[in-house]
Structures are given as structure tokens and as C-alpha cells.
């Protein structure tokens, strides 16, 4: 057999003895051939190659010789073939060492993905072995093959790191520094390496030496590409100066994953023990992912499983999604987007995509207001990132449209009971319908539950059980769940309880009849929840019952299958089971229990999300709550970080509870939920920042108050609601209103002391006299909210006022001032970590410099605004990088080194 190496210097070997190619036009021919493998080259190329763009006018006939001396006296007739489209080389992947180089890696990523670490290892080592240099070393100077040699290197430098990665993990940290530290050289700006490197020394007890390389790094950065470190290497910095012991070596024999920057979610709910059945679905799944877990030609793989109600769409799309996790090994995310929920609000594409953010580790500051931008920002963190994405759920394609990945080293699942034709057409979504179960699957899952011994006992039963379950997996799991209970239970009496009648709600109504009166109860009152899922403090205050025996009947419920526990705490319960419970409810609790009930609920979330906000934001008035009602249960919260990790959790049932509550005739419950959620929302940018302003209803309803305000001797609510109309107004464009109104509220808020109020009112001045032009009026306004925030000690409001305080002052063309009352704002929002203040105070710093002349010096500014930009996958960065285009193209610098 005769075998070609190109990973290097021509080498050609006939059955392990090595073949000589002379002269160099031949090889060089060869050379391009084999760069083409399986492929025509056509003519002219060939000639263009072999003689440099000077070919003599015999230059056709040399090539039909060159071809014919090397089929005689190397590669054969067999190998080496003609067509109209040119010449081609055929041969096996084994025969070329690059094509065995891809095979082999492709095995070892496959070990790894399995957690077969020491083969993983053996097979990238024997990848790696076949390198002696240069790919294409003959020929390297041609375009084709020059676009060869980079995709060979950059799959040689993957492999390298996948095999440290692979080192790693079976702790052979101490032997990896040297060479971690030649690659590392060698590729200077491949920050992942760097990573490797820092963990390595870490783990072999250097870490001064590890922080000394994150050091350098960001100093090599700075200097050579005016950029900042990346935000995986700067978390695993953070992680070593605290010492994280979650950064330790694995233990002996262990599987570690080695993911030193970014977090790896793991939000898939709990598989099903005992799944069964569904094997054809399942194939054609598996079919979609190549054995690498990458998806063909670029694209997302994106399977869409659709089916009625009450079919285990859920059910088969997070067992198949457990299956293939060990592939996704950056991470699996997933969410419930309420498509269906018939009591809460279908979830927006936005509130998806900002949880998301928050599970890959963005900080809130750092999540962008616009949805485009936060896609993009989601899309750049999952480029080169193998993370399984389940949208479960679904109402429509626009809903599941923008949270899709863009990286082919991801896939997204997508349930739905609609078959979304849309995501077919336009995204390449591969449709798979989940019917009923066959009897088979049926008589399996219940065997899988039962026992096959007690299934075959009682054949006829069985058989009378699948027919009244009709297929559906939701009724077969609660009819199992019943009887699993009654182990001594004949299964014919199962049978005879279900033959009277074969709808859905006969069989859930079997098994709710064998519930004990307190857990009866509250399976009924938790319709009354807006979902999409009730923690147990919340469960207790629905119930009026401690949490601990919550918690009791929650799992109870658990097990009869009427509910379910998608994550520790948090239980949820299916669309159909929660319109059954509804019926019950309406039908056994009079309206004066739900009424009680539902106001435990509404207190239960007022209080803690109250409590909650306050430690948000202590400048806050707090607000003069009826005390909670007996059974209400508050979920203490100690600290900022708990109230903002409650609101993260919470946020989308509160949201709903304030829709639910405003229904019901609780509209102080109603319109104080919103004021909970004030702070939270707009920190994690849950706003329309397209909106066109506020309607005329929403004007007459803040005039209403004020007017209701007015009988009143407390200036706070007057000064609160002046506040809110100046902002109406400022939405539309509507100046001078907003100017008149800030006014009038700095005038009550300086009347009652309030030193945060009558900030906001300043602010408002300052903006209102900036739109009409006057930035003479603006600036002592602005002077002033500096001097409230320095005197109540709030560094961001400083920050943001020294910006505004440079906007002014440019306006006003006192650039120096400007710039220095930025250069006040950029240290401290560096210091907060605000990397947006800072990237937007770096644009209006650059844009001053620029006004006075001194364009080196606004180029720098603009370039690290571009920097965090680019970064942060905000759209702005193309605007930016476009003007500096512009601005500079005439200039020797090079604005393409960032991003």
C-alpha cells in the first residue's frame, strides 16, 4: 500500500519503504495534489503553481509529463485521474497523514466526550505524533495550500489543547508546566492556553508563578493589541488569588472537568428513572449528531419535538438531552417557556436570553438592555463553546428564534405542542413527531414502574389499564405511581376503577381520590399559583401550614406523580394536572378559602420580595405594608446577594403575580408587587428600551395620584409622582414638561429631607435643560447631584454624575474640564466593575479629545472603549470600530488587531 505524509516535508512510503520524489516540480505537483485530496485541481492552477505565474509556452505538455512520470514511477494510474475538471489524487483516509491526524482526533474527542480519559489521551498522542513540521512544506507558498496549512495548524493547536485539557484532568499537572509553557510562547494571544498554563502551576503549588503568567499576559495584551484579558482568563485569576478549592487537582482515578474560566451550567431537570419505549424518536435524534456532537456543514443542529398535551415531549426531550450531555461538555441550559401555562404569562425570548447570561456567568451590570444585543452577547459566548440548549415548551418560532446558538459545536432541542413550521423553513429545525404510545411502550413503561413479574401476572389488566390510558404517558405514570404504592394491589382493581370512563381526567381523578385530605388541599389550591413553579416557603403560605409539613405534603404529591421536582426546592406541576386541580378547587373550596389562600400567596411574595428590595437598594423608601396574614410564611433574605439570587429565581413568578393579583381584586398587593420588582428589573435591563413613550392613560393615571397627593400633607408621593411624569414626558420628547415637573418635585423632596429624591430631580433638570439646549442651566444642576452623591457616599451615583458633569462641560467646550471630570467618572466605574460606564465615558472622553485636537490621544480612548465592547458582545462595537475606520485610515495604526 502506498501511504503520503503531508504533515511536514513530502514524504511517500510503498508498504513501509520509503519512495524518493525528484525532482522538485514533481513533488510540488504531488504536494498540490494531495492538499486536494479526492478533488480536481484544474489546469491552470496547476500550472500557475508549479512556475510561479511564469510559465513557458510548453508548460501544458510538461504537466501531462510531470502527471505521467510520477502514475509510472509512484503513485500509479489507479491513484492519480483526469477529467475535464482537471487532475485528482484518490486515496483512503488511511493513506494521507493529515486525513488519519483528523480520524484520530475525532477518536480521542470522542473517549473524552464518554469519559475515557486514557484513551482520549493515548489517541490525541498518536494524532500528534504524525506532525514533523510545516503541512504542505513544498508547496506552502501557494493560496490553496497556504488556506490548508492554516486549517491543519489551528486543528493541530485544538488537538493540543483537548490533550493538555485531557492531562489535566488525570492530574499530571506537574509534568505539563514546560510544555504549557512552549506552546504558550509560541501562540502568545491564545488565551486558553494561558488558562491551562495557570492552572497547571496552581495545582503544582505555584501560585505566585500562576498569577505572575495572568500578569504578563494582560500586560502582552495592553501593549500589543490595546485589549484587556478575556473574561475566562480574568475569572480563573479571580478564582486563584481566592483560592478556590474547586480549582484543586482531581482526585486519584477522578473526572474533573477542566473548565477554568466561565461556569458550565448544569440546569437539565432530573431524568426520569425507568425510561422506556420511544427507541425510533431517540435513533433519529442520535441521528443528528455526528459522533463528534457537532453539527454538519456549520449549521445548529436543532431537532423540533412536537405532540399534543400529556404525550412526554418534556419527558423524552431531557432523557435524550441527558444521554448525549457527556458530548456538551461546556454546559447544558434549559427552559421552560410557558408556551402553554394556562394560569402565567408565556415567557419572553428576553427574560430567556438574560437567563441564560446569568447561568454562563455574566455579571447584571453586564447584561446589555437591548434584546438584539443580548443575543449577540449569548451567541459570542457560546462561539467555540459544545453546549446543548433545551427549549421546552414553546409557543410559537418567534419565541424560540433568538435563543438558538450560532456555534455548530451546539445543538438546541425544542419541544412544542404547534409544529412550528417557521423554525422548519427558516432555521433548518428538523421536525420529529411525538405520538402516543403503542400498547408495546406502554405495557414497557409500566413494567419499568411495576415489575415485568407483576405486569405478566395480569395480562388482561394490563391490557385494560393501556386502553383507558389511552397512549398518554402523564396517565400511565399516575396510574403506575398509584399502583406502586399498593404493591399487594391487584392490578384488575386498578382496572375496574378506570373502565367506568377513559378520558385523561378519570385517571388523575383515581388517583387524587386516594390522597389524604391535607394533601388533597393543597394539590387543589396550587392552581391558584401563577406559576411556573412554587418553592416550598410559597406552597406553605398557599396551604397556611409550616414549611416543614409543606415540604412533607409537596412530597407526597411528588410521588403520586401529580407534581414534580425540576429543581431541588422547586416543584412544577403539568398544564392538564393544574386544569384538574382548577376544576377541584372551584368545585370543593368555597370562594372565601381560595380568597384567603390566594392572599397568603400575595403576602408571601409582597413581604419577601419587599424585604428583598430593600437590601437591593437601602436609599429606598419602604413602603407601609399591611401585615402579612396568619400562615404566611416570609423567606428571610440577609444580604444583597441573597435578595438579588431570590429576585433571579423569582423574578418570573412575581411578575406573574402581579397580573394574577390585580385579577383578583388585589390591587394593593398588585401595584406594590411592581414597586418590588423596580430596582431588580432595571438592573437586569427587563425594560423596552425601543418604547415610544408612555400612553395618554398612563399620563391620566399619574395626574390621578398627584391629585390624590395633594390631600395629603407628605411631599415624598407628591415629589415621587411629579418624578414619574417628568420621565412620561422625557419618553416623549416632551421637554419642558420634564423640566417643570423636576422642578416641582426637587421643591418637595428638599421640603421633606429627601436627599436620594431630590438627586433624581436634579438629574431631571439636567437632562431636561441639555435636550432644550441650555447647558449654562444644566451645569449647576449637575454640580449639585455630584455633591448629593459624594454626600450620601453612593459610588456609582458619582460616577454616572461625573459623566453627565463632562457631557455638559463639553457642550459647553470646556474640554479640559470635561476630560478630567471623565477621567473622575472612568476610576470609578473601574472600580465598581461597571465595564459599560466605562466603555460609554471612554466614547465621550474620545469625542472631547478629539474636539480639542489631540487625536492620539481620543484614538487610545476610543480603542479601549472598542476593546470592553468587543468583549462584551455589544452591537455598539461595529458602530465604533466604524468610526475609528474612518477616522483614522489615513493613520499607521491598525484598529483591526481588536476584535
Known amino acids: 500500500m502506498i501511504e503520503f505524509g503531508v504533515l511536514g516535508p513530502l514524504e511517500v512510503r510503498r508498504d513501509g519503504v520509503a519512495v524518493a520524489v525528484e525532482p522538485a516540480k514533481w513533488r510540488r505537483l504531488l504536494t498540490l495534489l494531495l492538499c486536494r485530496a479526492g478533488e480536481p485541481v484544474e489546469v491552470p492552477a496547476l500550472i500557475e503553481a508549479l512556475w510561479n505565474g511564469q ?18 514511477s509512484i503513485a500509479g494510474q489507479e491513484h492519480i485521474v483526469h477529467s475535464a475538471a482537471g487532475y485528482a489524487i484518490i486515496v483512503g483516509a488511511g493513506q494521507v497523514d493529515a486525513l488519519r491526524f483528523a480520524d484520530l482526533v475525532d477518536r480521542g474527542q470522542a473517549a473524552y466526550d464518554r469519559g475515557d480519559l486514557e484513551s482520549a489521551g493515548a489517541t490525541l498522542r498518536q494524532a500528534l505524533k504524525l506532525w514533523r513540521g510545516t503541512p504542505y512544506a513544498d508547496a506552502s507558498d501557494v493560496a490553496i495550500v497556504m488556506q490548508e496549512v492554516r486549517r491543519l495548524e489551528e486543528a493541530q493547536l485544538r488537538a493540543q489543547e483537548l490533550s493538555v485539557c485531557v492531562d489535566l484532568e488525570l492530574g499530571r499537572h506537574s509534568a505539563l508546566i514546560g510544555e504549557l509553557g512552549r506552546l504558550a510562547t509560541a501562540h502568545p494571544y491564545r488565551e486558553r492556553l494561558r488558562c491551562y498554563w495557570m492552572l497547571a502551576l496552581y495545582r503544582s503549588g505555584r501560585q505566585a508563578e500562576a498569577l505572575e503568567v495572568f500578569r504578563d499576559t494582560r500586560a502582552l495584551l495592553i501593549e500589543e493589541l490595546g485589549i484587556e484579558p478575556g473574561p475566562e482568563l480574568r475569572a480563573l485569576n479571580e478564582r486563584i488569588l481566592r483560592a478556590d478549592p474547586a480549582l484543586g487537582p482531581p482526585p486519584a482515578g477522578g473526572h474533573v472537568e477542566v473548565r477554568p474560566g466561565l461556569p458550565v451550567p448544569r440546569q437539565l431537570p432530573g431524568d426520569v428513572p425507568g425510561f422506556t419505549g420511544r427507541a425510533s424518536v431517540l435513533h433519529a435524534l442520535n441521528r443528528l449528531l455526528p459522533a463528534d456532537g457537532t453539527a454538519p456543514a456549520g449549521a445548529v443542529a436543532i431537532p423540533l419535538l412536537s405532540g399534543t398535551a400529556g404525550v412526554g415531549k418534556t419527558t423524552l426531550a431531557v432523557h435524550w438531552a441527558h444521554q448525549v450531555a457527556a458530548r456538551f461538555p461546556d454546559g447544558q441550559l434549559y427552559v421552560n417557556l410557558r408556551g402553554f401555562d394556562p394560569n402565567g404569562p408565556v415567557m419572553t425570548p428576553g427574560e430567556a436570553v438574560r437567563g441564560f447570561l446569568h447561568a454562563l456567568g455574566v455579571p447584571a451590570d453586564d447584561i446589555p438592555p437591548a434584546l438584539d444585543a443580548q443575543v449577540a452577547l449569548y451567541r459570542s459566548l457560546l462561539a467555540d463553546r459544545r453546549v446543548l440548549v433545551v427549549l421546552d415548551n414553546a409557543r410559537d418560532a418567534e419565541q424560540v428564534r433568538p435563543l438558538l446558538p450560532g456555534s455548530s459545536g451546539c445543538a438546541a432541542v425544542v419541544t412544542s405542542r404547534e409544529q412550528l413550521t417557521g423554525l422548519v423553513a427558516m432555521e433548518g429545525a428538523c421536525p420529529l413527531t411525538v405520538d402516543l404510545l403503542t400498547p408495546t411502550e406502554s405495557r414497557q413503561l409500566l413494567a419499568g414502574r411495576l415489575g415485568a413479574c407483576r405486569v405478566a401476572a395480569e395480562p388482561q389488566a394490563v391490557e385494560e389499564i393501556v386502553a383507558a390510558c389511552a397512549g398518554l404517558p402523564l396517565a400511565l405514570a399516575v396510574v403506575a405511581a398509584r399502583a406502586a404504592t399498593r404493591p399487594a394491589f391487584p392490578l384488575a382493581a386498578v382496572a375496574d376503577a378506570l373502565s367506568d370512563s377513559g378520558d385523561l381526567w378519570a385517571v388523575f381523578s383515581w388517583s387524587y381520590r386516594t390522597l389524604g385530605t391535607p394533601v388533597a388541599e393543597l394539590f387543589r389550591l396550587l392552581s391558584l399559583h401563577p406559576g411556573p413553579d412554587v418553592t416550598v416557603p410559597a406552597a406553605a403560605s398557599l396551604a397556611g401550614v409550616p414549611v416543614a409539613r409543606a415540604r412533607r405534603l409537596l412530597a407526597e404529591l411528588t410521588r403520586a406523580h401529580l407534581l414534580t421536582e425540576q429543581a431541588p426546592g422547586r416543584y412544577g406541576m403539568h398544564d392538564l394536572l393544574r386544569a384538574y386541580a382548577a376544576e377541584l378547587t372551584r368545585r370543593w373550596d368555597g370562594d372565601t378559602d381560595r380568597h384567603a389562600a390566594l392572599h397568603r400567596m400575595f403576602d408571601h411574595y409582597l413581604h419577601t420580595a419587599h424585604g428583598a428590595a430593600l437590601l437591593l437598594n437601602p436609599s429606598r423608601d419602604p413602603l407601609s405594608l399591611v401585615p402579612a396574614q396568619p400562615g404566611v410564611t416570609v423567606h428571610p433574605l440577609l444580604d444583597h446577594d441573597e435578595a438579588l439570587a431570590w429576585f433571579a429565581a423569582e423574578h418570573a413568578v412575581v411578575v406573574g403575580a402581579v397580573q394574577h393579583a390585580a385579577e383578583a381584586g388585589f390591587d394593593a398587593h398588585a401595584w406594590q408587587l411592581v414597586w418590588t420588582l423596580a430596582d431588580f428589573l432595571t438592573q437586569r435591563g427587563r425594560h423596552d428600551p425601543n418604547a415610544s413613550g408612555l400612553g395618554d392613560d398612563t399620563l391620566t393615571h399619574y395626574r390621578h395620584a398627584l391629585s390624590q397627593w395633594e390631600k395629603l400633607t407628605e411631599s415624598s408621593g407628591r415629589g415621587r409622582t411629579h418624578l414619574s411624569l417628568a420621565l412620561a414626558f422625557a419618553r416623549q420628547a416632551g421637554y419642558s ?21 431630590q438627586a433624581f430631580a436634579l438629574v431631571g433638570m439636567w437632562w431636561a435643560h441639555g435636550q432644550l439646549g441650555d447647558h449654562g442651566r444644566a451645569l449647576p444642576a449637575c454640580q449639585e447631584v455630584l455633591s448629593l452623591y459624594v454626600r450620601i457616599g453612593d459610588r456609582y451615583g458619582q460616577a454616572a454624575a461625573w ?11 470646556r474640554h479640559a474640564q470635561a476630560a478630567a471630570s471623565y477621567q473622575e467618572a472612568l476610576t470609578l466605574f473601574q472600580q465598581l466593575g461597571e465595564r459599560y460606564g466605562e466603555a460609554y465615558t471612554l466614547t465621550r472622553l474620545g469625542a472631547t479629545q478629539r474636539a480639542a485636537g489631540e487625536h492620539e490621544a481620543a484614538y487610545r480612548a476610543w480603542l479601549r472603549a472598542l476593546s470592553i465592547l468587543t468583549e462584551l458582545g455589544h452591537p455598539d462595537a461595529h458602530t465604533l470600530r466604524t468610526n475609528l475606520h474612518a477616522l483614522f485610515f489615513a493613520s499607521t495604526h491598525d484598529v483591526t488587531a481588536v476584535g
Open 803 to 813: 459623566d453627565s458633569l463632562g457631557q455638559t462641560l463639553h457642550h459647553l467646550g
Open 55 to 72: 510559465p513557458p509556452a510548453s508548460a501544458r505538455k510538461n504537466l501531462q509529463g510531470y502527471v505521467h512520470r510520477l502514475r509510472h
Open 737 to 757: 414638561d420634564t423640566l417643570r415637573h423636576s422642578e416641582q418635585a426637587l421643591r418637595l423632596f428638599r421640603a421633606a429631607g429627601h436627599q436620594i429624591g
